[in-house]
Structure formats: C-alpha cells, structure tokens
C-alpha cells in the first residue's frame, strides 16, 4: 500500500489554500470598494443566499428585480428616472459582489474539511481554521445587515455598518495571513521589546487608519475639503466645527469634517510611527525584521502619496481602488512585521505519513 511521506515543509498545500482564500478576499475587497464608489450596494434589496446566486435570465425577472429596487429610498432621491440599462450596471456590481462572497466559503469550507478528514492538522491550528470559518459566515450576516439599513430611511448605508463590514473582512484576511506565517519554521529574531511594541502598535493604528478610511468613504467625505495639506483653509479646524454634534463623539462619525481630519491625522501618525520603527529596526541590526519595517515604510509612503492623490482629484474610481489595495499590502506587511518578531513554537502543522487509502 503507497504511503504519503510528509513534504519537507510543513503542510504546503495548507499554506497554499489559505494565501488562495487570502488573495480571493483581498479581490472582494476590491470589488466591494467599486461598489460602493459607484452606488451599487443598494441595487439587490433581497438577501437570498442560495438562490441569489443566480442572477435574472430574463426579462421579465429585471423588471421585477429593477420594480424592488425602486421602492427604495436611493431610487426615489437620487436614480429617479434610471433606465434598465443603468440599473443593469449597478446591479452586476453588486452580484459580483455577492457571489464572490460565496465563492470564498465554498472556496474556504471544501477544502478544510478534506484536510480535516485526511487529518495532520494540529489542535491549534484546527480551533484557529474553525474561528476564521465562523468569522467568514459572520461577515456574511454582517453584510446584509449593511445593506438593510439603506432600504428603508436611508438613500445609502450606514457608514457605521459599512465601516465593521470592512474591518471584520480585514480582520479575516490578517488572520489568514498569521496562520500562513505561523506555518513556517524559522528562527527566533532577536529583538528589543520596543520593536514587538511598536509593530504591534503599527498594526492596530493600521486597523484604525482603516475604519476611520471606511467612515470617509460611507459620508463621501473624500469628496469634501479637496485642499491638502490645508482643509478648509487651515491645517487644523477650529474645534466648534470639529465638535459641533451632541453628544461630543458623534462628530468622529457623523461630521464630515471631523472624519476626513481624523483620516489625515491618524495617517500622519502610521506614517511617523512607520519610520520610527524602522529607523529603530535598522539601528538594532534586525535583519528580516529591518528589511520588513523598510517594505512596511515604503508601503505606508505610497499609501499617502494614493490618498493624498485620491482627495485633490475628487476620488477618481482608478485612483481610490488604488489606495483600497496598498492598504490591503500594508496591513499584509504590519501583520508579517509583527509575526517576525513575535515569540515562535514549533510548527502548529506537521503532516504525517498517511496511507493514501486510509484517512487520518
């Protein structure tokens, strides 16, 4: 009987599924800010997870599913008058949108179980596999709950909802990515306790930059204020228009000046705090772990130069997916910064020799 000899990496075709699932949530990422830069998001009144994934084959079900649509706040206030042609534009938007979702938890879920069944997966690394399914159905009711909230009072969604929507799918995709590295045997850096601080924080600011990112973009405030360094004419707003909104925090994500300044202060702040850590990675003679804070420097740089690029222009839809995608490659860098330099076990996976015949 032929037996399976274990490769000499820990669990290839693992590694090779998650970073497949990985890239393909990047990719909805992506497609989700396009639909949302064009006003797709409302086009499908209907959550339908099964039978959704079908989009209308004839001509009769578009004028049913155009006849939903414009019962709907959006419709009324500010597509009145579209024409089934446009409404087709925004509606394949939005389809794509959906089945790619879909396509991510057949993606994710068939080949899990298949490495469930042939076994080899450590306890740990099955409980942690399992949390980020659960995540990933999570993010699917957390989606139609976005989409609720603008069919009803509403002419676009909740940028509050909009906003967990996306950070719960970067959530997923950070953790996919430390599970990819946590495969990996390599030695221990040497390191100062600062720089497990500072990459630490680099990563959580980078989140933050993120959700303040997704408010900008659920007020359309990117389209507010097209004047940098100065907004509005100065560099910093007084603080009756920065604050004006009882209570007091609402103003961090309702006021539209507030929120496009907190994105520019917040990235102000990533971008110091970037060079700081790598100035002290260098310095302390890393190796991986300074050339890694150089690449997470150089990602945040190009971040700020898309952002600012972004804002002068009014948010050209080429210009702002730009930006949605380095911010995808700088939350990558920050979570494999802080991977580096985070304490290492043994590999959580280590493939056995099984017979082909006989699961483990």
Known sequence: ???ISAPSEPHRAVRWWLI???ALIALMVLVGGATRLTESGLSIVEWKPVTGSVPPLSEAAWAEAFDAYKKIPQYRELNAGMSLSEFKEIFWWEWSHRLLGRFIGVAYL??????????????????RLWLLFALGGL??????????????ERVEVSQYR????????????????WTVRRLNERPQIAAPARLRFTSALLLVVTLVQ???????????????YNTWPQID??????????????????????????????HRMTAYALFALAALHAFDAVRSRTGAAASGALLLLGAVSLQAVLGILTLLNQ??????????????????????????????QPAEAQPRALPVSQPG
């Open 1 to 3: 009987m032929t037996t």
């Open 20 to 22: 497949s699932v990985a």
């Open 210 to 224: 993120i959700y303040f990112g997704a408010l900008v973009a659920g007020l359309r405030a990117g389209r507010a």
């Open 162 to 177: 909009l906003a967990t929507h996306l950070v719960l799918a970067l959530l997923i995709f950070a953790g996919i990515v």
């Open 233 to 262: 004419g100065v560099f910093i707003p007084s603080s009756e228009r920065l604050w004006f909104e009882t209570p007091w925090w609402r103003n961090m994500f309702d006021n539209v000046l507030t929120v496009q300044f907190e």
């Open 139 to 152: 993010q699917g009711a957390v989606g139609w709950w976005m989409v609720a909230s603008g069919l009803t």
């Open 315 to 344: 948010v050209p839809i080429g210009l702002a997916l730009a930006h949605q995608a380095v911010a995808i490659v700088v939350l990558t860098l920050a979570v494999m910064q802080v991977e580096r330099l985070a304490s290492r």
């Open 110 to 127: 068939l080949p899990f179980l298949f490495f469930l069944w042939r076994g080899g997966l450590s306890g740990e690394l099955k409980r």
